[in-house]
């Protein structure tokens, strides 16, 4: 199941991503109260002069799967109140991720409000520090040339990006515009890797919320150290997570993964669009958001945890695999799961109650990676470390980076910066030495120490000349490591008491 597209054109993706899916949160405005109207993105001038669409949803669908329509909503009050905290929260950010990273946590698995995802997601993810570290550095990608094979891919694939949702209606519109910089920029912020097919519906999502540098900026974060190697050439690290998902599901739910094992179902066929595009073809609209809210909070154990219920609600009793006899009608359920599991109260609850940690994640992962190893194959060799979380995340951003690293690609060119004055030195204070006792006696409180000191090397006397009655006691002979006389030898060492 192929979702790459790679440096030849002709051979894009193997699965096409439906075009009828559309993932959108629209830029809510600040007046959640207010539902009659639409987003932002519903504005004529910003859709290249289409007329406004009255019966857009709350999140800027006019149709398709993901239109809500009137969906029952937070009471007003409770959002206000909701907001009132988060700006407190993204105020004190600094201290609040590090002291206060649980209520933070605890919070997004309630929700963020729709009007506070644009400021909220880039803090979580780190985006916010990049984009300060590197100013204008998304304007010198995008002004880039880029790569025309897959400037090519990116343009053939724009349209296929939530066309029901009002952003993405024309391509005259800023939506597909901005869709189109942000991948563009993204192929030439890391050429070895290009574009991939999946990383259009995240990047759509994140402009749903915010300007394109943020987009930009937070889909760097996602792909560098939220889900390092998803969007390699030969998708190693998917393959290795789907191990990894398989050896989870086996603790979670053992009927399941004999039923799977039993059918020769392999993780790959059903888990790739999941995690390469973060459910954002899955599960619907209000669920997905609240899933990217506990993503960003606290790391890839979210997705997999969302995947093990999946598979335990689909394939976990007798009753539900009843109809599943065989490949082709498991892989059929699994794209079918009944809609009542994917509410967003009801998915989000359980998926908090699963005791899958980021330790048991990165065991897990290690134990598959030998496992490769000892198979013959290479494990994938990731450029940066997955990060579990915002906290971790925010104290990678924290961490000064090494001497020997760029801030920046080796394409950018840094800014001009001012001489830096050499480093002062290093000021060492030795302590005074400690008079010593003549007579060698250890501090103490008229105690009795057992000392054991290295004597003075035996004196051997010369050879004597001549015989006579004693000749042979001044005569000096090898005994073992040391030289000793016959008669006047010392021991090596002696033992003193005080």
Known sequence: MELRVGPPPSSLAAVPLPPSDSLSSGLDSLSLAADGGSSLGSDSEINGGEASLPNADRYGFVGGSNFTGEAARIPAEVI???????????????????????????????????????RIWPLLCGAKSRMLQNKNIFKVLDESAGDRQWLEAIEKDLHRQFPFHEMFLSREGTGQQDLYRVLKAYTVYKPEEGYCQAQGPLAAVLLMQMPAEEAFWCLVQICEHYVPGYYSQGLEA????????????KKVSPGTHRHLRKHEVDPVM????????????????????????????????????????????????????????????TL?????????????????????????????????TSRQRKKMAKAGRSPPHLATTRLHGARAVSESVRRPPPLDTHPLPLFVPSPAAAPRSPPAPAVLVSPPAAAEDPRGKPAGRSRTFYVRRPSRPPQVPPRREGG???????????EGRGVRSKRFSEPLCSDTYF
């Open 80 to 118: 206000r109140e909701r907001e009132k905290k988060w700006l407190e929260t993204e105020q004190n950010w600094e201290r609040s991720i590090t002291r206060r990273y649980k209520k933070i946590m605890l919070r997004c698995r309630k929700g963020i409000p729709s009007s506070m995802r644009s």
């Open 238 to 249: 998917v393959h290795l997570d789907g191990q990894v998902l398989d050896a989870l599901l």
């Open 270 to 329: 059903y888990m790739t669009e999941w995690f390469m595009c973060l459910y954002t073809r899955t599960l619907p609209w209000a669920t997905m958001l609240r899933v990217w809210d506990m993503f960003l909070s606290e790391g890839v154990k979210v997705i997999f945890r969302v995947a093990l219920f999946l598979l335990k609600v689909t394939l976990g009793s007798a009753d539900k695999l009843k109809d599943c006899q065989g490949l082709v009608e």
């Open 332 to 364: 059929e359920r699994l794209r079918n799961i009944p809609q009542h599991y994917l509410q967003d109260d009801i998915l989000i609850r359980e998926v908090s109650e699963l005791g899958i940690t980021d330790a048991a994640i990165d065991r897990e």
């Open 468 to 478: 006579g009655g004693g000749g042979g006691q001044w005569v000096a002979e090898e």
